[in-house]
């Protein structure tokens, strides 16, 4: 008896053992985050799971910044909420903010990623893309750790959905980035690759700087951010390329983490500041590539920017974590450009397929050829703007051309 | 034929079956888990875990079985899981995870444990239920089933290499091997009286997997509908099973896709990468005569031939697949099929080049990352040190490495570094040019000067040659030739020491591609610390393991020595045989009859040893004998392969045909001498189900070991000589049992 009821004991372990390995290695991987703090309830409006601790000795130990952070406000208990982005985070003290670079200290919300920076490139201005921006330009290009979006199919997820604690960085001023881009005859400062948001601080101090020295400064990002920080950041913009992704909400949950909302209202200042605006949408099979999501994409667009808006509809590949579907045929995208045309939009272009003539610039009115590319470079024997015009017709084309 | 023999018969068709249902399960998981070796890795491991499981609770239950006729039953449930367990192995991603996104290794692992379990699980009952029916009635019933199923797994595998794998899908396989099993159920099971309803069970679903199989187009339709599952806003064109891999081509909106082993290689619509990875480097080289381009595509053939060369040589590796392909690329990319310049030679690229005479003023290597043990030997030293002997004076190698569009990962930093080291042993000149498309790309060779990165003097040579390309251009040579990229990314590499270098004998390049895939899938979730693993680590784990097992052998009584010997044996066994397997890829290639022909040695050596063990007397010698000459043979296989492989090569792959034998004998050999021993104190049916069970566990253990440790982080000869250690130490602890036994009382 006694041998049968052990017996019966180790199956029972084993088959409890087996579950919980099973559930704990599932869970493990579904990504299950932190929860938000319990007992902040009064001015609970986040619901965006915070990333990792990291002690303020380690921060220290290891070079990052330890900056205090713009736009937060102080709460109860040591609390505070960052205003920065749309997530709002509550963070605790010792706690991170989702965008993974900005944590909170005994109160004060601190910046760690101000001159950490980990990607630093000389891009021509088409690479971003801008394609009515000074056209040829060198922009140099900078970025930091962490995203406050998570896109699956990110390109540049080996830095955005990085800490900065894990990620190699120099550490530079605002000043030094303007002298490389001085030293390098780069024309613009683009803060690009992951979400410039997240470095906000640094991003504004450097573009402050750059405008002394009479270089432009060029926003590439996703457009979550908040109406104030907004503001105050788009007095040193003077171009920006805002990725929206696809005008469903449910898209954007489902692939980034975030909602459509706070990028239409950020598309909708910048043009209402008069920031040169550039939107690229990146077409995913299956995910945004519908006829319909295109449509009321491209209205949207129409409506609310104008027909003089620039579009560029970019071709997908697997990255990151998305291994399907397949890259975007060109019969979408085509599509795509069609329906934009049709729905009264003047520039509209194809990104990732270069060699197609997808990329070159066509006056509005007379339709002549006016810029000719070859992936991201400009042919100049075909560039004919001249002061902003066409010179066939003489129209005024949207853009800053000198 | 008696009741027995007909069981003994039936259980040898169950070896063979299971070969089959492995072979199905490995192919179907490929697709599944996006061509990931780890998954193969994977469901060898959980096959014989849960087989081990599956024998190890068969035990227990067995004792307690009442009625009789569980065999049958079994075989029955047998029959029909492996046509429908490997139908569940390919659609339950699409019920789980989905494919959108990419697996990390816990789901993975996940995946592969849903997909092997229901088979492997009855396949392990099956030993001890064999057991139970025969054991009355045989003397060594056990170590007779043993045998039975070693040669039923020989046979199994020689017919499915050689036959089942280039004729039929892996459905049609499986639901040939269920048909199998529900015929040789009905003819050979009917005697046992006791459930006369199951021959009725035994017939009607032999004649529906029969006719599933082989009446055209209904296995069809199972495997458009897995593919359907797994492509589904693709219209599926064409699909195919090789010996070496899955092939599928689809379309959306007139974009065809090339899948291999479920993995986009190749699309239509595409171009600019391989015009970037042929035409920078062959700018550099002032004489294209003869070009060498290791596996690849079409579409790479095609940017090649519009430079003036001379022949252009295609090693690969699978004709079949290869020629199945080009009828879907569009025609204007297929001319160079018609183009007298372009030699086609079919089999194992390694060993082509090798044989090769001709002098050759490029190489390109298009095999894939290196995230296979296939693929891997191809970033080797030693491959590059062939490579250099079939070069021209200033002749180049051009591959390339994944990476990401703007910052280097410390996975990706160590895969790249790992592989600029290797290379720049054998090469003084060594640039890195970081492409468009997530791809670094090597250009190793050429003049002493180096690299050509002046867009200007490459200009002049684009033009000379008319080059009519759309995305690398004489315009935009300025911009792919960004010197600020370049430059950053040599540098980092000439400073970064801490990766290792790439060697045949050692495949670290291997862990660092898994090591990627796993951060790309996990975000930050990585096995690095796993490099840093040593045999101080390993003798640490020894020691305290086998202490554990002293303390509990004194207190339990549960001849546990006896125990943690088969599961050492079956551990060294599976760490062997895969260590044979790589060193002979390495060393000669992939060449697909000679793996067959090792793992039937392997299989002979299992007959064999399960003979012998029954007809010896003195049992505990002989087995220590034979595992003290077992460790000699591999500290002397160890010590070839690590000092004279080269030297050697002529005689190595009989002395190595030798070393799997032995392998093969000496864990037969242990599974039978230890069961006797085991047997003999303590009684009951389900015995041999626990001993069966710990060499199935240990050759899963050692399965895994081998692929994510032992073979990419301390090489062959490290894994040879940790095995050596391991059967040293169970050696010693098995035969110290009287001791243990002393100190219990």
């Keep these: 008896m006694k041998r049968k009821k052990a017996d019966r004991l180790v199956l029972i372990l084993f088959s409890c053992l087996l579950i919980l390995g099973s559930v704990s290695v599932a869970l493990q991987f579904q990504g299950v985050s932190e929860q938000r703090p319990e007992e902040i309830t009064e001015t609970m409006v986040s619901t965006a799971p915070l990333a990792r601790k990291i002690s303020r000795e380690k921060v220290e130990e290891i070079n990052l910044s330890l900056k205090e952070a713009l736009y937060y406000t102080q709460l109860e208990k040591g609390a505070v909420q960052c205003n920065l982005c749309p997530k709002l985070c509550l963070l605790r003290p010792g706690e991170r903010g989702n965008c993974k670079v900005r944590v909170n200290y005994d109160g004060v919300l601190y910046t760690l990623v101000y001159g950490r920076i980990v990607a630093l490139h000389n891009d021509p201005i088409e690479k971003k893309p801008l394609m009515h921006f000074l056209p040829g330009a060198r922009a140099l290009s900078l970025a930091t750790a962490g995203c406050n979006l998570g896109c699956v199919f990110c390109q540049n997820w080996t830095i955005s959905q990085s800490y900065p604690e894990d990620a190699r960085f120099l550490a530079l001023t605002p000043q030094a980035i303007v002298d490389i ?75 980034c983490d975030g909602h459509v909302k706070p990028v239409l209202e950020t598309l909708k200042t910048l043009h209402e500041l008069g920031v040169h605006l550039e939107i690229t949408n990146l077409i995913v099979p299956e995910g945004n590539d519908s006829e319909e999501d295109i449509r009321d994409l491209v209205r949207w667009v129409r409506e609310n920017i104008g027909p003089d808006a620039v579009l560029h509809f970019s071709r997908y590949f697997p990255a990151y974590r998305m291994e399907s579907p397949p890259p975007t045929p060109l019969a979408t995208l085509l599509k795509a450009r069609d329906i934009a045309l049709k729905e009264g939009l003047h520039y509209v272009y194809i990104g990732n397929i270069p060699g197609e003539g997808f990329e070159d610039t066509y006056c509005k009115h007379c339709g002549k050829l006016l810029v000719k590319r070859a992936g991201y470079t400009i042919l100049w024997d075909y560039y004919k703007i001249k002061e902003g015009r066409c010179p066939y017709c003489s129209e005024k084309i949207y853009g800053v051309w000198e | ?64 079985a009442r009625k009789g006729g569980g065999f049958t039953w079994l075989y029955f449930l047998f029959g029909f899981l492996i046509p429908a367990g490997v139908f569940w192995a390919g659609s339950v991603r699409t019920f789980t995870f989905g494919y959108e996104f990419a697996l990390d290794f816990g789901r993975s692992t996940l995946l592969a444990l849903l997909s092997c379990f229901p088979i492997s699980f009855t396949s392990g009952f099956l030993f001890v239920w064999a057991v139970k029916a025969v054991g009355s009635f045989l003397t060594n019933a056990p170590i007779r089933l043993y045998l039975s199923e070693a040669l039923g797994s020989l046979l199994g595998g020689i017919v499915l290499s050689f036959v089942f794998a280039e004729l039929f899908t892996t459905i049609q396989i499986a639901l040939i091997t269920g048909s199998i099993l529900f015929l040789s159920g009905f003819l050979l099971l009917s005697s046992f009286k006791e459930i006369p309803v199951l021959k009725w069970f035994f017939i009607v679903f032999f004649t529906g997997s029969a006719l599933f199989a082989f009446v055209p187009g209904l296995s069809r339709r199972l495997d458009v509908s897995l593919l359907k599952l797994r492509f589904p806003n693709e219209k599926i064109l064409f699909f195919a099973d090789s010996r070496y891999q899955n092939f599928a081509v689809t379309q959306m909106e007139n974009n065809t896709y090339f899948y291999q082993n479920g993995v986009l290689s190749y699309f239509s619509q595409g171009g600019q990468r391989e015009e970037e990875i042929v035409h920078i480097p062959l700018l550099q080289v002032g004489s294209p005569q003869h070009i060498l381009m290791i596996g690849g595509w079409a579409f790479i053939a095609k940017e090649i031939l519009k430079h003036p060369v001379e022949s252009l040589d295609i090693a690969v590796e699978d004709e079949k697949i290869h020629r199945h392909g080009l009828e879907f690329i569009p025609h204007d990319q297929r001319t160079f099929l018609a183009d007298e310049r372009v030699a086609i030679l079919y089999g194992d690229p390694f060993r082509i080049v090798q044989s090769l005479n001709k002098r050759y003023s490029a190489v390109f290597i298009e095999v894939g990352s290196p995230e296979t043990l296939l693929t891997s030997r191809y970033y080797t030293e030693g491959f590059f040190n062939i490579l250099k002997r079939i070069l021209v004076k200033k002749g180049i190698v051009v591959f390339t490495v994944p990476t990401s569009p703007n910052y280097l990962t410390e996975a990706l930093l160590y895969l790249n570094s790992s592989i600029y080291r290797t290379v720049k042993r054998v090469f003084d000149k060594v640039t890195v040019i970081p492409g468009e498309y997530a791809e670094n790309i090597f250009i190793a060779g050429g003049s002493e000067h180096g690299v050509n990165l002046e867009p200007a003097a490459l200009s002049a040579v684009f033009k000379d040659r008319e080059l009519r390309t759309k995305w690398v251009t004489v315009q935009s040579l300025v911009t792919i030739l960004d010197r600020w990229r370049i430059e950053q990314i040599n540098q980092q590499f000439k400073e970064f020491q801490e990766s290792e270098v790439n060697t045949r004998e050692k495949p670290i390049v291997l862990f660092y591609a898994l090591e990627n895939r796993q951060m790309k899938a996990a975000g930050g ?14 003798l640490i784990i020894l020691c305290s393991v086998w202490a554990v097992i002293v303390i509990m052998e004194i207190k339990l009584k549960r001849q546990l020595p006896i125990i943690t010997f088969v599961f050492s044996a079956g551990f060294s066994g599976m760490v062997i045989e895969l260590s044979i397997l790589f060193s002979f890829q390495v060393l000669y290639g992939y060449i697909y009859e000679f793996v067959g022909l090792f793992i039937g040695i392997f299989m002979g050596g299992l007959s064999i040893g399960a003979l012998v063990s029954m007809r010896i007397t003195n049992k505990e010698r002989v087995l220590a004998i034979v595992y003290i000459v077992f460790i000699g043979i591999i500290f002397a296989y160890h010590y070839i392969v690590n000092m004279h492989a080269e030297a050697m090569k002529g005689m190595l792959a009989g002395f190595l045909l030798v070393v799997m034998l032995y392998t093969g004998f000496s864990t037969a050999l242990a599974f039978g001498t230890v069961l006797s021993l085991y047997t003999a104190k303590s009684s009951g049916a389900g015995k041999p189900g626990v001993i069966y069970g710990a060499d199935l566990v240990g050759g899963s ?19 040879v000589f940790y095995v050596i250690v391991l059967l040293a130490f169970s050696l010693l602890l098995f035969l110290s049992r009287p001791l243990i036994e002393k100190l219990s009382l």
Excluded at chain 1, 220 to 245: C, F, H, Q, S, W
Excluded at chain 2, 29 to 49: D, K, M, N, P, R
Excluded at chain 2, 707 to 717: A, E, H, M, Q
Aim: aromatic share 16%; charged share 15%.
């Design chain 1, 181 to 255: 881009a001085r030293r390098e005859g780069s024309r613009c400062i683009a803060y690009t690759y992951t979400e410039p948001t997240i470095f906000y601080e640094f991003m504004l101090d450097c573009a402050r700087i750059a405008h002394e020295y009479g270089i432009k400064n060029v926003w590439v990002t996703a457009g979550y951010i908040n109406r104030e920080p907004l503001l105050e950041l788009a007095k040193y913009m003077d171009a920006a390329n805002v990725d929206l992704k696809g005008i469903r909400d449910e898209y954007y949950q489902k692939y």
């Design chain 2, 701 to 719: 253990v050692g399965g895994v070991f081998s692929s994510i440790l032992f073979l990419p982080i301390v090489g062959i000869t490290g894994s």
């Design chain 2, 1 to 64: 034929m008696s009741g027995s023999k007909r069981i003994l018969f039936g259980y040898g068709i169950c070896g063979a079956s299971a070969v089959a249902a492995q072979f199905s399960l490995i192919r179907t998981v490929l697709v599944t888990q996006g061509g990931s070796e780890l998954a193969v890795c994977i469901v060898i491991t959980f096959w014989l875990f849960f087989a081990g499981i599956g024998s190890f609770v068969a035990s227990w239950a067995t004792e307690r």
């Design chain 2, 525 to 538: 979730v990585s096995f690095r610390f796993l490099t840093g693993f040593t045999l101080i680590h390993f």
